[in-house]
């Protein structure tokens, strides 16, 4: 098992996995991003697998010394702590146009980057840490840059995109959230 | 000033008493717009109502041993709060009084002591200076008390944990006076007390404060309306729709006799608490054994269990929704900006598994990306943006709603009371005491209004 210390780089593996894997990997990642991009919500959910974690815990500012404390632990308040049924909830609302924050919707961009995937014991399953950068602009000029790293489980299916997301945790890298909501996925 | 006078410096101001005075007609409900704009009347809104108020800053088991620190604001003024081993709590202006520098910048830990990072002066952990790099030679007379950072009277009500400046305010209990019955719905209701559940959600929202702390003080209306209809349907179970849901309509509204706090709730009706929060934490607020103590304690069922999701604010900036659970701080940020920091409590005697409902619950719905308040975020700042507008700011706002439609003698509920929920005069009440505040020199002018 890789490390879960969120504080602590993504374990890579030694020697990079093969191109193929590489490929099939960031190319999803692609695909999921024009969904999002594109406001393909109910799409998109379909990438989620049922017994889905979203999790983007809150970050807290600390010496070095307390590194350890800075990530609020599992269990805590967080700004994400999902399951498939709150993200299917959170999207009925969002599709229904009478979620003002996204409608008129955000236009958004998410970057995906710096995609490093570590195969596991499972054939089907793959541990992908990525970098992103998330674009938000809405109304006139409202606009809002986010930016972090995902680390993700992903399960091998033989529809669809070719994978299912079975767990993301969002590092966001900020402490207090510049932006006036996260109604963004990210 | 002789060479020990640290008293304060007095700062300049441009609105005179009876142009203030002009800004609110309770009377006629209108509030002026440049309230929520202009400049001066921020900067003397630091001064007469952050710099004299009691001010939330946190939940007692945020800090629950001695040397155990978290940092936030009172107003703009960043402080130290910090558990002392008595087990009393201290708090001090977070900047040294030699260039002012941040004396802690950690959000939150365990000290023993506390060390300035730019030339050395060091503080145990209620604040004192105790010691000055190379002071014999080159601090001879130094007055280490009189040179240690100010700090603030702190006084906790059932688990939340205030602060006020002002040696003349009146204490913390006085101050809440009959609010306290309100609160108490959802900080008494059991005597294990509340805990915050760890980790405060904080954001940034560029609207004035005074929008985010009025809707909590009187703003059911807008969750009745139109406001989180989304918010609504994505807490509405696959097999009902938006038109099976009835908006709950009974319900009351509390304004306060003095002190410009409220609060409002629906009585009875669970739908949009089912909503909101699910099926299990509303059962467990409204059947069963802990519905049927905190009934007991509050000494009516109806305070007990038919209560549903009531909306508070202690003025001017800590408020709360009891039955969600979120309580939170608004942290003014200039005329145009807002900082929100966020917690959830819970009774500290409740079953795990409804600690960890309330916590999933709470921050799917009244987060930076729940799905309620991310929509209340969105309102707010086009308001904000709007008032840049010259037109925009030369008429008044209507705050005339449910108008003289309040008794002062209701069997159960202190206060003024307003039998329809949908009302605007605990928004009328928070922005007479913000007149008060403003207009008063001193406490003892403010006293003199009660």
Redesign the interface.
């Known amino acids: 098992m890789p490390s879960t210390d969120l504080t602590q780089a993504f374990e890579w593996p030694e020697k990079a996995v093969s191109l193929e894997l590489q490929n099939s990997v960031e190319q999803f990642y692609y695909r999921e991003a024009q969904l999002l991009d594109h406001q393909r919500y109910e799409t998109w959910l379909t990438l989620l697998a049922e017994d889905i974690q979203y999790w983007?815990p809150?970050r807290?500012?600390?010496?070095s010394r307390?590194k350890a404390?800075e990530y609020?632990?599992a269990?805590?308040?967080?700004?994400?702590?999902?399951t498939y049924e709150?993200m299917r909830?959170?999207i009925?609302?969002?599709v229904?146009g009478?979620?003002?924050?996204e409608d008129p919707p955000s236009r958004s961009r998410h970057i995906v980057s710096n995609v490093i995937v570590r195969e596991t014991e499972d054939p089907d399953t793959v541990e992908v840490g990525s970098s992103f950068l998330c674009y938000r602009n809405r109304?006139e000029r409202?606009t809002d840059i986010y930016v972090g790293e995902r680390r993700d489980v992903l399960r091998r299916v033989s529809d669809g995109l070719g994978f299912k997301i079975a767990k993301r945790t969002i590092l966001l890298d900020q402490?207090?959230?510049?932006?006036?909501?996260?109604?963004l996925f990210f | 000033m002789n060479q020990t006078d640290t008293s304060p410096i007095r700062l300049r101001r441009s609105w005179n008493t009876s142009e203030i005075e002009a800004l609110f007609d309770e009377h006629a409900g209108r509030i002026d717009p440049r309230i929520y704009t202009d400049e001066d009347l921020y900067q003397l809104e630091l001064e007469r109502v952050f710099a004299r108020s009691w001010l939330l800053l946190g939940h007692e088991t945020q800090i629950r041993k001695p040397g155990d620190y978290i940092t936030t604001y009172m107003g703009e003024d960043p402080v130290v709060v910090v558990r002392q081993k008595d087990a009393s709590i201290a708090v001090f202006l977070n900047q040294c009084r030699h260039r002012g520098m941040r004396i802690c910048r950690a959000d939150a830990g365990n000290a023993k002591a506390f060390t300035c990072s730019y030339h050395g002066w060091a503080y145990d952990t209620a604040g004192n200076l105790v010691n000055v790099p190379y002071e014999a030679e080159s601090f001879a007379c130094l007055n280490k008390k009189e040179w240690s950072p100010l700090k603030a009277r702190v006084e906790t009500y059932k688990g939340l944990i205030f602060a006020n400046w002002d040696e003349n305010a009146v204490d913390l209990d006085t101050y809440l006076g009959e609010a306290k019955f309100y609160m108490d719905h959802m900080l008494d209701r059991t005597e294990a007390g509340t805990e915050a559940i760890p980790g405060v959600q904080k954001w940034v929202i560029p609207c004035n404060w005074k929008f985010a702390a009025e809707q909590f003080c009187s703003d059911m209306y807008h969750a009745g309306t139109t406001s989180h209809l989304s918010g609504i349907l994505a807490g509405l179970p696959e097999d009902l729709e938006m038109a099976d849901l009835a908006p709950p309509t009974v319900g009351k509204q509390y304004r306060a006799s003095w002190g410009g706090h409220g609060s409002g709730f629906y009585v009875g009706d669970p739908n949009l608490m089912l909503a909101i929060m699910g099926p299990k934490v509303t059962s467990y607020w409204t059947e069963g054994p802990a519905s049927e103590k905190a009934a007991q304690r509050l000494g009516s069922v109806e305070r007990g269990s038919k209560l549903m999701v009531e909306h508070m604010t202690v003025f001017p900036t800590c408020s709360f929704l009891a039955g969600v659970n979120t309580v939170r701080t608004w942290h003014p940020r200039g005329p145009n900006e807002v900082e929100v920091w966020a917690f959830t409590v819970v009774d500290a005697d409740a079953p795990d598994d409804i600690k960890e409902e309330f916590r999933r619950q709470t921050l799917r719905t009244f987060s930076a990306g729940g799905v309620f308040e991310q929509d209340d975020g969105e309102n707010w700042v086009e308001i904000q943006h709007i008032l840049r507008g010259h037109k925009a700011r030369s008429r008044p706002f209507n705050a005339e709603m449910s108008m003289d439609q309040t008794v002062d003698n209701d069997p159960v509920y202190p206060g003024r009371i307003s039998n329809n929920v949908y009302s605007e005069e605990a928004a009328r009440g928070l922005y007479a005491h913000w007149l008060r505040m403003m207009t008063s020199p001193d406490w003892d002018a403010l006293k003199a209004t009660r």
Request: hydrophobic fraction near 35%; proline fraction near 0%.
């Open positions: 983007m809150i807290t500012s600390h010496t307390n404390l609020v632990r269990g805590g308040n967080a700004h994400f702590d999902d709150s909830a959170r009925r609302g969002r229904s009478l979620n003002w924050t109304i409202m402490s207090t959230i510049t932006a006036n909501n996260l109604s």
